[in-house]
């Protein structure tokens, strides 16, 4: 099976920070052991279709309103933890980063510390950052 890439979820990450955004939640969503159409289906339903496309906007929508969401794509198995761990990541990026990936890429300098920065968020591991480098490192080194 070939990896995902943003454009087959019509992300331009060369567009900039929302698009990285985008990709972000994308690759977190992709990053955990489920199928990789459901998770296709989780973004779309979360992002495309309920405009989940900000740190703060998905912030605001609640871990109820999430966990529903993802329930809706199918994307049942890790609902309650994916939900409480994507409430986290954008309350992490907004109170350590100004709610901006290109803030982390700043202070994280190098790609290896970028990398460590981007673990550091709860439910980010190495398999989601391999993913959201493949594409975030075209634009950022």
């Known amino acids: 099976m070939t990896e995902i890439a943003a454009k087959d979820l019509g992300i331009d990450v060369m567009q900039g920070e929302a698009e990285l955004f985008k990709w972000f939640v994308a690759s977190f ?14 973004y779309r339903v979360v992002v495309d279709l309920n405009k989940l496309d900000t740190p703060d906007r998905l912030r605001r929508s609640g871990h109820r309103r999430l ?9 049942v198995r890790y609902d309650e933890s994916t939900a409480a761990r994507l409430l986290k990541l954008c309350d992490k990026l907004e109170s350590e980063y100004d709610g901006s990936l290109s803030r982390l890429r700043e202070l994280g300098e190098t790609r290896r ?10 439910g980010v591991g190495p398999k989601t950052v391999e993913i959201f480098m493949r ?7």
């Open 135 to 141: 594409e975030a490192a075209r634009v950022w080194f």
């Open 29 to 42: 969503l992709f990053g955990k052991r489920i199928q990789r159409d459901i998770a296709a289906g989780a």
């Open 67 to 75: 966990v529903q969401l993802l329930g809706q794509a199918r994307y």
């Open 113 to 122: 510390g970028v990398e460590r920065r981007l673990q550091e968020f709860e």
